[in-house]
């Protein structure tokens, strides 16, 4: 049955190509939605670039039509933008009819009331207009097209029971990977493996070309650390690997996603020359003004932002340090402290080009090639966003996105822990040979860390 959806701002900054999914339903935009646009379009970062890209898409199916009469879509769906209704009648008392939300809710009332043939559904990603929305009787839903079903996502890995025959077999020539597998297995998929007749005896597995075979990569020091959980080794195969192009890797806070990309990113570009360059990649989600607003050059402005970035490299050369101490004697060994800092260590290879730290306003439209990038708390951006970034990639390139998309972690009031661009990629991308994810269970950061994430 054709239904009238009424469509929030929110919802075209969220996805700028939401037109195109809604099958072949009616799509009402209130007048004021495309004021807002307007109003959006000169904004500083992603905020203004999505607005000019829905501009952009209803002028392109402007051609087709009438906007309000109505459009006819390609998948059959029809849109508007709707004139009428613009009086406040339907409004209960107390409500501020100069707020755009309460404008676009009396539309939404009005057409609800008038167009008794057809359910009318008020889209929207604000909680505080689905509350009020709900209180004047109107039916209203969650923009839910690239939404996730994370109760079930894609972990990365399974535990599985194995005869020693068939372990043995995962060690001399590779295991075909055995049918009537509880959970779907994709490329470059983990497998912890236990004997069901030997006690101790076990493997960490991975698929590699459509066999199952062992780890590669599990006893290699990266920038002075190992692996410290199987987990880990899990993320470093898929670090090291370079059949790899794109990897992903979820967890909470502490459990090494970080400081394991920066790992592999130092050791990959500045030991091993694998890649020509780093560029450490965070979306700004400010509480108060954007990062345009705040004083200084780019790097200034970026720093406090970077912080992570800043505290992961101090904590590896610590690492590393330490992993020297146990290569020499005691003799042989300088115990005193190196004169060193991490902000002269970021800012010597910055100058020379090496490493780069951006935030997603600064890479629209770049093409990187021969490049490491390493894109930090992708949970905070949208599925469009991820997109956006991922598309970036050039020949030879390497993408990391990494991020916890639990919902207390996530400031961005157009996403959730279903529909941010974290979730997004990794329900997408899980299918292909130049892919991969892992999720890390364990809270490596401190005995104080694991105790407030699990407890807290």
């Known amino acids: 049955m054709i239904k009238n959806y009424i469509i929030d701002t929110n919802v075209m900054i969220h996805d700028p190509m939401f037109l195109y999914n809604f099958q072949d339903n009616h799509l009402i935009l209130p007048l004021v939605t495309v004021e807002e646009l307007d109003g959006l379009k000169k904004a500083s970062g992603i905020l203004g670039y999505n607005a000019r890209q829905v501009l952009k898409e209803l002028n392109k199916v402007r051609q087709y039509g009438d906007f309000v009469e109505g459009i006819k879509l390609p998948n059959g769906g029809v849109i508007r933008i709707e004139i009428n209704f613009v009086d406040n009648i339907h409004l209960p008392d107390g409500m501020d009819t100069k707020k755009n939300d309460n404008r676009i809710l009396a539309v939404a009332k009005a057409i609800a009331q008038s167009d008794t043939k057809r359910k009318t559904i008020l889209v929207t990603k604000d909680m505080c207009m689905t509350v009020k929305a709900d209180a004047m009787?109107?039916?209203?839903?969650?923009?839910?097209?690239?939404?996730?079903r994370t109760d079930d996502l894609y972990k990365g890995y399974s535990e599985i029971m194995m005869p020693s025959e068939s372990i043995n077999?995962?060690?001399s020539e590779g295991l075909k990977i055995p049918s009537g597998l509880e959970e779907e297995v994709y490329p470059n998929h983990f497998f912890h493996i236990k004997s069901q007749d030997q006690f101790g005896h076990e493997v960490l597995a991975k698929v590699k070309n459509n066999k199952i075979v062992p780890l590669e990569y599990t006893n290699e020091y990266t920038w002075g650390i190992k692996p410290i959980n199987r987990e880990q080794k899990m993320a470093m195969e898929l670090l090291h690997d370079p059949s790899i192009h794109f990897a992903t890797i979820m967890g909470?806070?502490?459990?090494?996603?970080?400081?394991?990309?920066?790992a592999y990113a130092l050791q990959s570009v500045l030991e091993k020359n694998l890649f020509r360059k780093i560029i450490f990649v965070r979306?700004?989600?400010?509480?108060?003004?954007?990062?345009?607003?705040?004083?200084?050059?780019?790097?200034?402005?970026?720093?406090?932002?970077?912080?992570?970035?800043?505290?992961?490299?101090?904590?590896?050369?610590?690492?590393?340090?330490?992993?020297?101490?146990?290569e020499y004697s005691r003799k042989d060994f300088k115990t005193e402290k190196p004169d060193f800092t991490v902000e002269n260590f970021i800012n010597t290879y910055m100058d020379a080009g090496i490493l780069e730290m951006k935030t997603f306003n600064y890479m629209r439209g770049r093409t990187l090639s021969n490049t490491l990038v390493i894109v930090d708390e992708v949970q905070e951006?949208?599925?469009?966003?991820?997109?956006?970034?991922?598309?970036?990639?050039?020949?030879?390139?390497?993408?990391?996105?990494?991020?916890?998309?639990?919902?207390?972690?996530?400031?961005?009031?157009?996403?959730?822990?279903?529909?941010?661009?974290?979730?997004?990629?990794?329900?997408?991308?899980?299918?292909?040979?130049?892919?991969?994810?892992?999720?890390?269970k364990q809270v490596e950061r401190s005995p104080l860390a694991q105790l407030a994430e699990k407890h807290m």
């Open 137 to 148: 009787g109107l039916e209203v839903q969650d923009y839910e097209t690239d939404k996730v």
């Open 169 to 171: 077999k995962i060690f």
């Open 252 to 262: 909470g806070a502490g459990s090494g996603k970080s400081f394991l990309s920066i």
């Open 283 to 326: 979306p700004v989600v400010p509480a108060g003004n954007d990062i345009g607003f705040l004083p200084g050059e780019e790097k200034e402005k970026l720093k406090p932002w970077m912080q992570a970035f800043y505290d992961a490299v101090d904590n590896l050369f610590d690492q590393k340090q330490k992993g020297k101490k146990e």
């Open 381 to 440: 951006t949208t599925p469009h966003l991820a997109k956006l970034m991922l598309t970036r990639a050039g020949e030879s390139s390497k993408f990391l996105f990494i991020g916890d998309p639990s919902d207390n972690q996530i400031d961005n009031v157009l996403v959730d822990s279903k529909s941010n661009g974290l979730v997004y990629t990794v329900d997408r991308m899980k299918y292909y040979d130049i892919t991969g994810h892992i999720t890390l």
